[in-house]
């Protein structure tokens, strides 16, 4: 497959350096100012145009917007996720789509706040939208879904934030206050300079609502999730968990009547209570249980991994 | 069986409700048996709940004998987690009717979480914590509303106030709930919470977690 990849952060990168181990070109390149896009039936020098964006140099001499013009299959959206009218992901995916062509999003915004949208231009299409990267990372979630018949899941449960999650594991295991955590986590590159997405909830949040929305066909975008974070999550309680045998987990919860995220006691032994940056999905099914997948639920080469096995499903 | 525990209860007058109508011989079969008899031994099964470390299982079938039970079996079903990540645990034993409720007193005493007592099912446990001015919010009137408007029991509650209790604060509590009610307990718990500023933080729900 021939690769058009919007976004040339860790995700975009990791699937530009990727793609060839995978048996895909690269057509083009592009962050929000310049792009690097192949001469016709050529690749892009993928080495070369990461390390002159890593050295602040112009990624290549191309607009943006000639990405679309390039012969490209599969249309790979690694922009920021955006809230609201998910732009510019969202036109991203219209444009794509109108072409006839595949687009594979790690972006959450337009799956989590426009699905019915992006359902309906994809009817229209003679291409198809995956989205795998955009829930739980390098974890299997939404192609286990599928194999499973979306019917068949009642439920699909997860800890599905790392840095969320690395808190609330160092609070508990060295009894330490959420701020004190949170700088720890910052400084180890865990958490972002402004971490408020991951610890509010809104990014478990945002991965629920697609997982709703996959098990629905639609009708969930962020305001119909109950959204609760663990910045008011003191070492005490934490510490009477632990007294019973617990720990809490900022848990999301998806079913095909709504979403909730928040604080939960789990067992301190059991599945749930995944250590440091681990993520780990339940997918409740209708006739095989319970269902469990743990592993990496972001970083670029994990994410990646995710991008290139959708493109492989095309 | 299990219209005999009823009967055997009886002769203490808590339990008679719980007796099956009707089945009178039994109720006098259960009357006949002074704690002291050796015969009329019935067998009963208990269904307990339990902490996964070692020494547990022993610790809870020593009421059994010390009562005057007699085991006859163990089934101690690892791998099948209860959603409170304890193990479920059924043990048969045989005992004289009116000591039933003796074995019974003697596990919950000794701590252990009794699900099921020959025909009674003692409802569920839920565990939630709260967090927040628990003192200031009037913690004895947050428990009296969870008693009345919530409708559980309060088995216990630990505060944790490492800071004072002028500041945030944490208590864990251990409520009795009806089996299937736990949704509306909760659907409470959380109103109650809202209302005086409080956080919930919930036992997850669903499966073997």
Known sequence: MRLAILGAGAVGGSVAELAGEYGHEVVALANSSQAAVADED???????????????EALGSSDPDRVFETDYDVLVEATPTTLGEAEPGFSHVERTLADDKHVV??????????????????????????????????????????????????AVRGVLNGTANFILTRMAAEGLEYEHVLAEAQDLGVAEA????????????????????????????????????????PPSALELAAED????????????????????????????????????????????????????????????????????RL | MSDEYASGSSTTGTAADSGADGDTDAAADGEDNSPETDGGRQAYTVRLELVDEPGELLR??????????????????????????????EVDLECVPARFDDVVDGLREAGINVIQAGPERYGEELT????????????????SRIEGEAHAGVLDLSL?????????????????????????VLEALRSLADEKGLSLIEPLSGGEI
């Open chain 1, 194 to 233: 402004d971490p408020t997405f991951d610890v509010d909830g809104t990014d478990a949040a945002l991965k629920c609502v697609i997982l709703a929305n996959v098990l629905a066909d639609g009708g969930f975008s962020l305001e119909d999730a109950d959204v609760t974070g663990i910045q008011d999550v």
């Open chain 1, 42 to 56: 050529e690749e892009i020098d993928v080495e070369s145009a990461l390390e002159r964006a890593a050295s602040d």
């Open chain 2, 128 to 143: 939630v914590v709260l967090v927040g001015h628990l003192v200031e919010t009037d913690l004895s009137d947050s428990l």
């Open chain 2, 60 to 89: 809870a079938l020593a009421p059994i004998s010390e009562h005057g039970g007699n085991l006859l079996s163990i089934h101690h079903e690892r791998g099948n987690i209860t959603p409170r990540g304890h193990i479920p645990v």
């Open chain 1, 105 to 154: 999003l790690a972006n959450k915004g337009p799956v989590a706040e426009r699905y019915e949208d992006v359902r309906a231009l994809e009817r229209e299409s003679a291409g198809s939208v995956r989205f795998e990267a955009a829930v739980g990372g390098a974890i299997p979630v939404l192609s286990t879904i599928e194999d499973c018949t979306p019917q068949a899941v009642t």
């Open chain 2, 160 to 184: 944790n106030a490492p800071d004072g209790t002028d500041a945030i604060s944490s208590a864990r509590l251990r409520l009795a709930v009806d089996t299937g009610r736990r949704e509306t």
């Open chain 1, 245 to 312: 045998g617990r720990t809490i987990r900022l848990v999301g919860e998806a079913t095909r009547e709504g979403v909730r995220v928040g604080p939960r006691l789990v067992p301190e032994n059991g599945a749930m209570a995944v250590s440091g940056t681990r993520n780990i999905v339940q997918i409740q099914t209708r006739h095989a249980g319970d269902l469990y997948s743990s592993g990496r639920g972001a970083g670029g080469p994990e994410t990646a991994t995710a991008v290139l096995s959708d493109v492989g």
